[in-house]
C-alpha cells in the first residue's frame, strides 16, 4: 500500500466554523507533513511530524493546528479561518531520513467563505 | 526557507521537441528531488538525486544533481503530450525538512 488518504476532498466553511482535515497512510512511514498549495504557486511547507512529535512549524498562524494522535494518522484542525487561506492542503508521508522521497495524498480542496 | 528557483517558470512546446528545466540555489541540499504535479493531484516523486554530479535517467527524462549539490536539471527528449504537468523540484536539508521550488509548468502541444 503505497497511498496516502485525504478527506475530504473538498471542503467550504464559513469564517466561524471549526473542522479538520484528515490523512492516513500504512507505508509504515514515521514523518508526516502538511503542505499548503495556492493556485498556480508551489506547495508550501506548514509542518512536519517525525515519530509523532511535532519537529518543524514554519510560522503557520494558529487557526490552524495540527495534530498526530499515532504514527499513522495526521489531523490539521481548522478554526477561524480567513477568505485567504482557501487552498489545495496536501498531506504528504515519508521515512525519516536526510532524504526524504515523500509520498503525497490528493489534497484537501478547502475554500473559506 | 532554503529558495529554489526554477526556469523557465513557463514552457509551451510542440510534441516531439526536447527541453530542459533548471533547479538553481545558492545552498547546499542533502538530495534534490523532481516530482510532477498534475491539476487537482498531490505531487508525484519521479526521482532523488543525492551525489555531486549524479545522472539518473527515467525513460526520456535525465535529471542531473550538480557537483556542488546547490543545483539540478531535468531533460526531457521527445516530449509527450502526457509530460504535460507542473514539474517542481524539492531539496531536503536535513532530516525531512522538503522545500519546493518555484515550479516549471509545462505545455506539450500535440
Redesign the interface.
Known sequence: DTE?TQTPKHLVMGMTNKKSLKCEQHMGHR?M?W?KQKA??????MF?Y?YEKL??N?SVPSRFSPECPNSSLLNLHLHALQPEDSA?Y?C?S?Q????????????T?LTVV | TQLLEQSPQFLSIQEGENLTVYCNSSSVFSSLQWYRQEPGEGPVLLVTVVTGGEVKKLKRLTFQFGDARKDSSLHITAAQTGDTGLYLCAGNQGANNLFFGTGTRLTVIP
Open positions: 496516502v514523518a507533513y503542505y498556480k504557486k508551489p506547495p508550501e511547507l512536519v517525525s519537529s518543524i514554519e489545495l496536501l504528504a515519508s525519516v531520513t536526510l532524504n526524504t522521497e515523500a509520498f503525497f495524498g490528493q489534497g480542496r
